[in-house]
């Protein structure tokens, strides 16, 4: 299958800094990008979609001032979780499809957000 | 959304073929039905989609019933690798094609 890798797998910040998870399509064009969050044993919970070169649209309860979403280009989508508290301490994923009505989405291996 | 149900566990032993449900009784006519899994802190993996046929890849077979309100994977040969968590998931074509995610099965393969 496709291969979408997320930098970093993991990632430890203080209270109250910025952090950059990157998302990338490495050998197709990815039209759109989702990102997810995943609490221990529990099931992904969608955050947000985001299409290239257009703004993301979020799910109902996210903050989008607080989870920025940039899609510049057709392989790249960066998620930036500002003014981390531990609370946004969590397994961050993404996915990415190609274009096609049927085409199937492949995940990145996920980053672990550690909020200290 | 078509919403869908699965049971939360099962086991399988080594070697058996591995059958899991899924219940999505509101699917629409134009709603494929997807499989991923996910391995204990890693991103969730492809397995299989399907409309309204049955479909087979190399790694499972799509078992879709005629009505379209339920279908089951089938693992064929169950290995300990295949334990995992797996979401039966339907697709949403008039929102970006986006996976909501249920609960899932927890399939645990014992020797």
């Known amino acids: 299958g496709a291969v979408v890798s997320q930098h970093p797998s993991w990632v430890i910040c203080k209270s109250g800094t910025s952090v950059k998870i990157e998302c990338r399509s490495l050998?197709?064009?990815?039209?759109?990008m989702f990102w997810y969050r995943q609490f221990p044993k529990q099931s992904l919970m969608l955050m947000a979609t985001?299409?290239?070169?257009?703004?993301?649209?979020?799910e109902q309860g996210v903050e989008k001032d607080k989870f920025l979403i940039n899609h510049a280009s057709l392989t790249l989508s960066t998620l930036t979780v500002t003014s981390a508290h531990p609370e946004d301490s969590s397994f961050y994923i993404c996915?990415?499809?190609?274009?096609?009505?049927?085409?199937?989405?492949?995940f990145g291996q996920g980053t672990r957000l550690t909020v200290v | 959304d078509a919403k869908t149900t699965q049971p939360p566990s099962m086991d399988c032993a080594e070697g058996r073929a591995a059958n899991l449900p899924c219940n999505h009784s509101?699917?629409?006519?134009?709603?494929?039905v997807y499989w991923y899994r996910q391995i204990h802190s890693q991103g969730p993996q492809y397995i299989i989609h399907?409309?309204?046929n049955n479909e087979t890849n190399e790694m499972a077979s799509l078992i879709i019933t005629e009505d379209r309100k339920s279908s089951t994977l089938i693992l064929p040969h169950a290995t300990l690798r295949d334990t995992a968590v797996y979401y039966c998931?339907?697709?949403?074509?008039?929102?970006?094609?986006?996976?909501?995610f249920g609960q899932g099965t927890e399939l645990s393969v014992k020797p």
């Open positions: 996915s990415a499809r190609a274009p096609g009505v049927t085409a199937e989405a492949f």
């Open positions: 050998d197709f064009q990815a039209t759109t």
């Open positions: 985001s299409n290239e070169g257009s703004k993301a649209t979020y």
């Open positions: 509101t699917i629409s006519g134009n709603e494929y």
């Open positions: 399907g409309l309204k």
């Open positions: 998931i339907v697709r949403v074509y008039n929102q970006g094609g986006k996976l909501i």
